[in-house]
């Protein structure tokens, strides 16, 4: 078989590059090692920069909107609504919904073909697969590779990326609090069990995911169980991924060969620092990969993806060794025109965000840099 772009992975990055390219006339295969292609369920918040970014696609994965978060740290709340109402999806049908529309824009999925190494085949690459059905032997001629397996991409460690980080991320899925609005999301802030923080995202009126990103995997499933104890709440079942922790920008092309190898989503390591998701950012990395596919050049996709992840790094930097008694301080410090600052520009916007915090609240800045200092 012989194609332009081979995508490895079904991802949603993966697919959502897989649907632009095909769309744009390129000749496109994902290869997916599972038969069936049922992605494991995932709940997920983002922001409305998943419409903005995708338009119509992933409308069927939306299961309700967050109007408000209500920030917990040490006694003290803060209450902030969004302008913009956040977005509760389902992965698993943002996915199914994704590799439909790959395929209607004239992409081939592979499926029960596992990925298992790549050479230079003249002017092309060649992918070596295994048929999950028989553990056939297939070879898939490609001049370029796409990399959407996942964090620890076998793609990128074949290909010479540096292996990541990862950090677990565990939710269980609870019935909601007696009288919480299914409009509210909930966040607490408590440093000694992790340097992120808890979460209550409900995913319809009677039900949410509760959850927390931690450092080490065992450790993290108990905190989240005594969470969930002091709580008062029952798990009925969890979920659970392992993340990767962007430290500084990866180059997401490598020539290999005659060909070249480009990386999105979790294998290039696009996820936000300060909170640890990657929908939004995986996207938009899956349209500069396209975009310097089609155009042989890279574009300003990247460069403007480069920049707002470094933002959240700093971000992350300062804040990831806070103590209670900081975290604290810092809802001390949203005053009125800082949290209509949050309540208008979202966690994709970090710069305008910053910016805004500042003029209207000195304080933070001076906050920040201590906290930057010490660290």
């Not at 292609?37 to 998943?50: A, C, K, N």
Request: charged residues 25%; contains cysteine.
């Amino acid at each position: 078989m012989s194609h332009e772009v081979g995508v490895v992975g079904g991802s949603a990055a993966g697919l959502f590059a897989a649907h632009l390219l095909a769309r744009a006339g390129a000749r496109v295969c994902v290869l997916e090692a599972a038969e069936d292609f049922d992605p494991s369920p995932r709940t997920l918040i983002v922001t409305g920069w998943m419409n903005e970014t995708l338009g119509r696609l992933g409308k069927g994965a939306l299961v309700n909107e967050i109007r408000q978060f209500e920030l917990f740290t040490d006694g003290r709340a803060a209450r902030i609504s969004l302008r913009q109402p956040d977005l509760v999806i389902e992965r698993s049908k943002l996915i199914r919904e994704l590799a439909r529309a790959a395929e209607a824009s004239g992409a081939e999925l592979l499926l029960g073909r596992r990925f298992v190494s790549m050479e230079p085949r003249g002017q092309a690459l060649a992918l070596h697969v295994e048929r999950s059905q028989d553990a056939g032997a297939e070879e898939v001629r490609v001049r370029t590779v796409v990399g959407a397996d996942g964090a620890l991409s076998r793609v990128a460690r074949l290909a010479g990326w540096p292996t990541q980080t990862t950090v677990p991320l565990v939710q269980a899925i609870v019935s909601l609090p007696h009288g919480m609005p299914s409009d509210t999301t909930r966040v607490w802030f408590i440093p000694e069990e992790t340097p992120y923080f808890y979460w209550l995202i409900p995913d319809s009126p009677q039900r949410g995911v509760v959850g927390l990103i931690g450092e080490q995997g065992p450790a993290t499933r108990q905190a989240l169980e005594r969470f969930l104890e002091r709580q008062r709440l029952d798990p009925l079942e969890y979920q659970a991924a392992r993340i990767p922790v962007y430290a500084k920008w990866i180059p997401v092309c490598r020539q290999f060969g005659s060909g070249q190898v480009y990386l999105v989503g979790d294998a290039a390591g696009h996820v936000k620092a300060t909170t640890v998701g990657g929908i939004v950012t995986g996207f938009r990395g899956a349209m500069g990969v396209a975009e310097n596919i089609l155009n042989g050049r890279p574009g300003r996709r990247l460069r403007d993806l480069r920049r707002e992840l470094d933002l959240h790094l700093l971000i992350r930097r300062v804040i990831h060794n806070f103590t209670q008694a900081q975290y604290s301080h810092l809802v001390d410090l949203l005053n009125a025109h800082a949290r209509k600052d949050l309540e208008a520009h979202t966690r994709d916007e970090p710069g305008r965000v910053l910016w805004r915090l500042c003029l209207h609240q000195p304080r933070l800045l001076l906050f920040g840099l201590r906290a930057l200092f010490h660290w």
